[in-house]
């Protein structure tokens, strides 16, 4: 989808105007092929994303752990669901996550459309028992069967939970933000726009601070991810107790779902719960940094709460564990290093949004 066509959508179904440069720095914006982009259905899609009667309760809606004041994230360490449930993981913000080759931090789904349906029939969050369920709660409602018929050319009872999908994904797809001062700085050349401080940062986080061996960028554009998985020691300590009875078990032909763990250990073992590799243990998606000044708290768990704490904890190297990255080793930053690290994170907010920081 060219990227004028992407701007007028974005001008739709955001409030304040946008500016000429708002991809400034992003890659194109990929859409696949069996859900192309219209109106229509980046419209629907934003009323069914907004829908607390979309739960088993009729209190949450994608937007309740994606506020778009909040940059489409919910400021909590990890995400509540119906009757206040807690998670074991961190909400991501929504805002360029069309960019992200996988979905949620371990991975599991393939595509936006398929990580659409993931929270509706999850017990904590929208906690609906099946797709037949979500699929009755949008037939209840005349206007989303109007909606599905004008989008979809399908009628009430050809209604799926994959249109669902579909059309959430879509609206997702206009969730984007990239003209930060670092872009109008490095892609636009604007090097008044970037304080001596944030300048220094950036060279830190290309060399010394080794960030962008996982956050990368090019000459191009920046999405500040490589879409890989790491352990980074994060959540480790946790499996601590039980990781050698674990690989034990596993080890005697056990099947690893079959063990008994908590539901907060079983997190922890982040990408090994999809590929089932003993070495993805502890290994969680590496997030953009676009923002990430204001999508606090930071990592999986949501257990940094500040972008300094995050800064402290790589210089240090992360906590210790038999699976973490060797990528993953002490910095030994200066504090006026560590400053400027912080001054380019800042740096990366959307023009949009600099008024929240």
């Not at 859409?31 to 309760?57: H, W």
């Amino acid at each position: 989808m060219n990227q004028r066509i992407i701007k007028s959508l974005l001008l739709i179904f955001f409030c304040s105007p946008l500016s000429a440069n708002e991809l400034l720095g992003l890659p194109d914006v990929p859409v696949p092929k069996d859900n192309p982009q219209t109106q229509a259905k980046i419209e629907l899609g934003r009323l069914l994303f907004n829908d607390v009667r979309l739960s088993g309760n009729g209190t949450i809606s994608c937007a309740s752990c994606h506020q778009p004041e909040k940059v489409f994230t919910d400021g909590l360490p990890v995400a509540e669901g119906i009757m206040k449930q807690k998670g074991t993981r961190n909400a991501p913000t929504v805002l360029n996550s069309v960019f992200y080759q996988s979905f949620f931090h371990d991975g599991r789904a393939a595509s936006l459309e398929e990580q659409a349906l993931g929270p509706f029939l999850n017990p904590i969050e929208h906690g609906l028992k099946d797709k037949k369920n979500l699929v009755e709660l949008v037939q209840q409602d005349k206007k989303y069967i109007e909606k599905f018929a004008e989008v979809f050319g399908i009628s009430e009872n050809q209604i799926t939970a994959e249109h669902i999908a579909k059309a959430i994904a879509s609206f997702e797809r206009t969730v984007i933000g990239g003209n930060s001062l670092f872009d109008q700085y490095f892609y636009a050349t604007k090097r008044e726009v970037l304080s001596e401080s944030a300048a220094r940062g950036s060279r830190i986080f290309r060399r010394k601070g080794n960030c962008s061996n996982c956050h990368e960028m090019n000459w191009k554009n920046a999405f500040f991810s490589d879409n890989n998985f790491y352990n980074i020691g994060v959540g480790s300590k946790k499996l601590e107790l039980i990781l050698d009875a674990f690989l034990e078990k596993i080890r005697s032909g056990e099947n690893p779902d079959d063990i008994k763990l908590t539901d907060q250990q079983r997190s922890e073992l982040g990408r090994f719960n999809v590929t089932k590799i003993i070495a993805d243990i502890g290994k969680f998606k590496t997030p953009s940094l676009r923002n990430v000044a204001l999508t606090g708290p930071y990592m999986h768990d949501g257990s940094i709460a500040t972008l300094e704490e995050a800064i402290e904890y790589y210089d240090k190297g992360g906590n210790d564990n038999r699976f973490k990255d060797v990528a993953i080793f002490p910095l030994k930053l200066t504090d006026q290093e560590k400053k400027d690290l912080v001054a380019f994170l800042r740096s990366l907010t959307s023009s949009r949004y600099l008024k929240k920081q």
